[in-house]
């Protein structure tokens, strides 16, 4: 995704200026200058980079700050709050809530990824607990039923449409009868597109809303329609209350930074992100994780969702009890692996640290990344089980070791390569050893548990420096809440190689 390329430019233009001896007004000027060249080829809309411009300059007045300040850090902060301004509008998007009826209608363009967006937004919140529904209002492109109909039964929501009404406010209100009826608690109306933001479209989106008042409008954008994006999102605002925006196929060579123009013209915050033509590929949007990892300083949040959602509940209580006791064995490493496979591309999973911006982290690399854990499985795959659950270091003989490899059909040095990996992270987790268990054995209460302490010793140092030493771990612990801590670990021993 090109944004990842707009967080490399910005990350450099604030490497260059931190290598300046004395940061003066010309290297201030310099750096939001390449700052602001690169959200322009971003498609960024110019009047929201100048005023970015002018926001950090009344920020950093290099004349007033007192000798011996940060200006770096002051600098790099300003940057930080002005692209989370952006992209927050300062006020939430209405969130359904579990078995409260609720209405949210998609609009947008033709091909904008509305029907594909829907159903993702549908199965999202399906596997969140609620009871979704789909409602096919699109009476304008011959097969807009279909693809719905399809994308439904696929994940298993109930859907409603017609091939023969041609009126989409009779099919709306109809669906929303329905679906009231059978009490669903989340009813997704999908509107038809056209290939412009043209009278007709804006006119029928108008009267669905009307007919069914909708709790919340989201308006689908493609994610590469560059500085088109402003004056279509504004279109769709006039007409319809849109609350809330959805950018898609932010997988491909979309330059992204229409959607920082979308907020501005909707003034409504981005919800989700469409990462793919797949159901699920499907995220959360968070202004502040999201622009930490723009400049590659990691979305340590975003890592703990993922790994949560992998993760089965029942399996949390024991792997904490296990790390209470301080047992790391292989079985447990090879979990850990299966849990880190599911989280998806790789690379995605790696950006989340601090320190692994998507431009560290190359396309190569997350293949090399993904086929080292594979192959440990493989090589884990042909070990007995008291390998597996053994944990006395000299178990591993080399009688055993010739075996493995054998088995797996690896070389000896691959065996030894993958115990030394497990080795060394079996040391990094026995640091939390003695760790208080969360009274519901919950992954999610462990944050209060644990004390900082072992938090610090527990993470390599290299990772704890990029977090701001132990100031910037314990702010991170606060603004992380109830998030759970012991499998952020997990996650980063995997990714310091
Ligand atoms: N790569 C990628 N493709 C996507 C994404 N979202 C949707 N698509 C694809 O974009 C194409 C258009 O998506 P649709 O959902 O049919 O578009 P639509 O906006 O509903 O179109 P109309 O119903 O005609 O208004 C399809 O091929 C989708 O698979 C995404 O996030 N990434």
Redesign the pocket.
């Known amino acids: 995704m090109v944004l990842a390329q707009l967080g490399g430019s910005i990350s450099r233009a604030l490497a260059q200026m931190s290598n300046a001896t004395v940061i003066d007004e010309k290297v201030l000027g310099e750096c939001l200058n390449e700052i602001s060249r690169a959200l322009l080829q971003s498609d960024v809309q110019f009047k929201m980079v100048r005023d970015m411009q002018t926001n950090i300059r009344k920020i950093v007045n290099l004349e007033t700050l007192a000798a011996g300040t940060n200006k770096r850090r002051i600098i790099q902060q300003a940057v930080f709050t002005e692209l989370c301004n952006m992209l927050d509008p300062g006020k939430p998007a209405f969130t359904p809530k579990k078995g409260k009826p609720s209405v949210v209608m998609f609009v947008?363009?033709?091909?904008?990824?509305?029907?594909?967006?829907c159903t993702k937004y549908a199965y999202y919140h399906q596997r969140k607990g609620f009871k979704p529904s789909l409602v096919c209002a699109?009476t304008f492109?011959a097969g807009?039923f279909d693809?719905l109909k399809q994308n439904a039964t696929k994940a298993k929501i109930p859907f409603y449409g017609s091939y023969m009404e041609s009126d989409p406010v009779k099919i709306a209100v109809e669906g929303l009868e329905r679906f009231r009826k059978e009490n669903s608690d989340l009813i997704i109306i999908?509107t038809?597109?056209r290939h412009k933001q043209e009278a007709a479209l804006l006119e029928e989106m108008r009267q669905v809303a009307e007919a069914t008042k909708p709790d919340l409008v989201i308006f689908?954008m493609d994610g590469s329609i560059g500085q088109a994006a402003f004056d279509q999102a504004q279109a769709f605002k006039q007409s319809a209350s849109v609350g809330a925006v959805i950018v898609?196929?932010?997988?491909?060579h979309a330059k992204g930074g229409g959607a920082l123009s979308a907020v501005a013209a909707t003034k409504s915050p981005v919800i989700f992100i469409?990462?793919?033509?797949h159901i699920d590929?499907f995220e959360i949007f968070d202004v502040k994780p999201f622009v930490s990892r723009l400049l590659g300083m990691g979305d340590l949040s975003g890592l703990m969702d993922k790994i949560q959602d992998v993760m089965p509940a029942d399996q949390q209580p024991e792997l904490l009890a296990k790390l209470a006791e301080g047992t790391f064995t292989l079985r447990l490493l090879y979990e850990q692996f299966q849990n880190l496979l599911k989280m998806g591309p790789i690379g995605q999973v790696f950006s989340m640290l601090p320190g692994f911006s998507s431009e560290l982290m190359p396309k190569g690399h997350e293949k090399e990344g993904q086929a080292k854990i594979k192959r440990y499985m493989t090589i884990m795959d042909s070990m007995t089980a008291a390998e597996l659950d053994s944990t006395n270091p000299k178990l591993m003989t080399e009688s055993r070791i010739i075996r493995i490899a054998r088995g797996s059909g690896r070389q000896i040095r691959d065996v030894m390569d993958m115990l030394e990996e497990y080795k060394r992270l079996a040391k990094m987790w026995s640091k939390m050893k003695g760790l208080k268990m969360p009274k519901n054995g919950k992954m999610s209460d462990l944050s209060q548990n644990l004390n900082i302490q072992q938090m610090t010793k527990a993470l390599p140092p290299q990772v704890l420096k990029q977090m701001g030493g132990m100031g910037g771990l314990q702010a991170l612990m606060k603004q992380m809440g109830g998030k759970d801590m012991s499998k952020m670990l997990g996650g980063m021993g995997l990714g310091g190689d």
């Open positions: 947008g363009l033709q091909g904008s990824g509305k029907t594909t967006t699109d492109r807009a693809q999908d038809s597109g689908v898609t196929k932010l997988d491909g469409g990462t793919g033509e590929e």
